[in-house]
């Protein structure tokens, strides 16, 4: 407490999408969050903040939060109105409808449909993974982010491990691929940074010319969905002229043999031909890779987006045990740090509710869901932490299936989003500032707590309060519907873990954060001990040919590239990374952001205008089988040749023509763990 103002400081943690997981402090007078900044004592954070973040009150204050419950009046769909009705309203309806499509269809036509609008253990997936499976409504399965290179990377190494991005400033080679770390994974910028005013050198592998590529020494821009066989191209040069770490690859390896056979099929003129890249640029990398020490790749998961994301990551995952990177703290791979956290998934989930396996649906083809799905046919979805009418693939099918007459929807959020155009039922959700919580992390070690800095405003309520209560209306007795938030947070971790020694819940409130238990400076895999069942690094998958998957490192081609009828009409690659104002769709309706994002943009390359009398600044249409929306040209080499790029997500209805990139996006999954495929897309475009 400041005795001069009275103002109190609290500590909290950032609960969005980024690999960052920052520590927050947040200053209140008077009851209001009058700044948010972040923690200088956390390690990770060091005391900054992204912009979006930074300005956090004003996504708390907006005028336009949901402050009550509400019912819709009138049509679904864009302008649609609502009235304010009480809790009790809502919740005794909702129950209602529920029970009645339970009893008529049965459970499994209802579908819970969350994603990471929120990353905390305890709003992102407890109390209400425990109402769902109590209830018997279909499985969601979460793919549409990371779970492709989720299950390429536990192939390799056996779980979500990585090296530790405290130590990569000690760096002398940073291989950033797939990730654009200025806009997403700042923290670690700032690190590569300090590396690299101490000499290191710093490569970029993006499609795109991004920001973070062009601060780096060199940038090498392949096709998109060709990075498996750039990292089998580098494999064939290390091998070819002997850059490996013989000692590591005989201890801690599996498979190094058929490996070698199967790099042998991708000599650097071959795989020049298949990334669009020079062979001088791939042999150069390779003896790069193979000879300065410490070497680090920070690989993201803009490589897991197409038919083979996950096997690409996977062969990317395979290069630090081939040199020897992983004998260094400040060397291997991140793609993810979350497998290391001890999380209780089963204590806080509770499938154990489950009184037989219902069906599964994959979040990302959610649209074909809605339209298709029978033996139940979809009667009833519960929206909250997502904004599937923005951020799913193909829109044209996920609205058509939202505005059904005949589905009931609920969504629980902050604001009016397109996905809430669709509700029956609206209700509003707190914000970070407003609830308990509890977080790990997937770019750091450190755990978080997050505790409320301001009550909720008007009546919003947090995710575990709203299904505690939805519960009591359902009937459901069981003990654990009512444990409160203090007793989830407890809940969350294997507290008798090795990683959680010293660390509890007592001493997370006062911290605020906690590293993991591990040893500083931490090289995970310096004397191998990999997760896998071999404990080895595992080149060849027994794990993988038993789920009839190629059980090596391959080069699967991006989907549509397959079809040349397909690749005539539509000849542009399309990609849509992130937004360097919007988080996914979130802050995407705040002025602030909007203004300095302008208008949905199109980067197209001079030559591909030039080809279709396309200007600077030109209206155009971008379009394929699918769909097709509207952007403002860029003509601009940070696209290469035959890529065009459209920065996203904006809401459908906030943008010029009420579409959005996802118009033009597939509802097609990769080829391990169900992933999402939105950068696996071929388009055309036109002046308007």
């Not at 200053?27 to 300005?55: E, N, Q, S, W, Y």
């Not at 399965?141 to 990377?153: F, K, M, N, V, Y």
């Not at 010319?209 to 494999?235: F, I």
């Amino acid at each position: 407490m400041d005795q001069r103002t009275a103002d109190a400081v609290v500590r909290g943690a950032c609960p969005h999408d980024c690999p960052d997981t920052c520590a927050l402090l947040t200053t209140v007078r008077d009851g209001i969050a009058v700044k948010v900044a972040g923690a200088p004592d956390h390690g990770p954070t060091g005391g900054a903040l992204c912009t979006k973040v930074a300005h956090y009150p004003e996504r708390v204050y907006h005028p336009e939060r949901l402050l009550y419950p509400m019912r819709r009046v009138g049509p679904k769909g864009p302008g649609a109105r609502f009235e304010r009705i009480s809790w009790d309203q809502a919740l005794d309806q909702t129950a209602a409808r529920l029970r009645a499509i339970a009893g008529e269809f049965g459970p499994e036509a209802i579908l819970p449909y969350s994603y990471a609008g929120t990353m905390g253990l305890l709003q992102y997936g407890s109390m209400d993974r425990r109402f769902f499976h109590r209830l018997g409504a279909s499985l969601l399965e979460r793919t549409i982010c990371a779970s492709a290179g989720g299950a390429g990377i536990t192939a390799t190494l056996g779980g979500k491990l990585g090296m530790d991005m405290e130590c990569v400033a000690d760096a002398r080679l940073i291989i950033l691929w797939a990730t654009n770390s200025v806009v997403s994974n700042l923290h670690f910028w700032t690190r590569v940074q300090e590396a690299k005013r101490r000499g290191a050198k710093l490569v970029a592998i993006d499609p795109y010319r991004t920001q973070t590529a062009e601060r780096c020494h060199v940038h090498l821009a392949p096709l998109p969905g060709t990075d498996a066989a750039l990292a089998l191209g580098l494999m064939h040069v290390l091998m070819a002229e002997d850059l490996l770490d013989h000692d590591y690859i005989e201890r801690h390896t599996l498979g190094y043999a058929a490996l070698k056979e199967r790099a042998q099929d991708y000599p650097p003129e071959r795989v020049a031909d298949l990334t669009g890249l020079r062979r001088e640029d791939i042999v150069a990398l390779a003896r790069d890779y193979g000879s300065i020490r410490p070497a680090a790749i920070r690989l993201n998961y803009g490589a897991n987006r197409h038919a083979g994301g996950g096997m690409a990551v996977r062969t990317i995952a395979c290069l630090p045990a081939l040199v020897g990177a992983w004998r260094d703290p400040a060397g291997g791979l991140l793609l993810t740090s979350s497998g290391h956290y001890p999380v209780d998934e089963a204590a806080l989930e509770r499938p154990d509710l489950l009184r037989r396996r219902p069906r599964a649906i994959n979040m990302s083809a959610i649209g074909r869901a809605l339209l298709e799905a029978d033996d139940p046919p979809l009667k009833a979805v519960f929206v909250y932490n997502s904004n599937p009418v923005a951020v799913a693939p193909e829109s044209r099918k996920v609205v058509e299936g939202f505005a059904r007459p005949d589905l009931f929807v609920v969504v629980h959020e902050l604001f009016q989003t397109d996905t809430a155009d669709y509700a029956d039922i609206l209700l509003p959700a707190t914000s970070q500032l407003e609830h308990l919580d509890i977080h790990k992390s997937y770019g750091h070690l450190h755990v978080l707590a997050n505790l409320p800095a301001i009550a909720p405003r008007g009546e919003a309520l947090p995710n575990t309060e709203l299904f505690r209560r939805l519960a009591k209306r359902m009937g459901f007795t069981e003990a654990c519907f009512d444990e409160d938030d203090e007793t989830l947070a407890r809940r969350a971790f294997r507290w008798d873990h090795p990683a959680m020694a010293g660390i509890t819940w007592e001493r997370l409130k006062a911290q605020g954060f906690a590293r993991l238990t591990l040893p500083t400076p931490y090289a995970p895999f310096a004397q191998g001990g990999f997760a896998t069942p071999s404990g080895k690094c595992e080149f060849y998958s027994a794990a993988l040919a038993a789920q009839g998957q190629d059980p090596l490192p391959a080069f699967v081609p991006p989907r549509e590239w397959r079809g040349a009828a397909l690749a005539q009409r539509y000849p542009l690659a399309f990609l849509s990374p992130p937004a360097r104002n919007f988080l996914n769709s979130s802050f995407a309706n705040l002025e602030r952001f909007r203004e300095q994002e302008k208008n949905p943009w199109l980067d197209i390359h001079p030559q591909d205008a030039l080809a279709r009398a396309i200007a600077d600044g030109a209206a155009v249409r971008v379009f394929n089988d699918r769909g097709e929306f509207r952007a403002v040209a860029r003509v601009t080499e940070r696209a290469r040749p035959g890529v065009v790029v459209s920065p996203s997500i904006w809401w459908r209805k906030l943008s010029p023509d009420g579409r959005n990139v996802n118009e033009v996006t597939s509802q097609a999954l990769a080829d391990l763990g169900g992933g999402a495929t939105f950068y696996d897309v071929l388009v055309e475009v036109a002046r308007c």
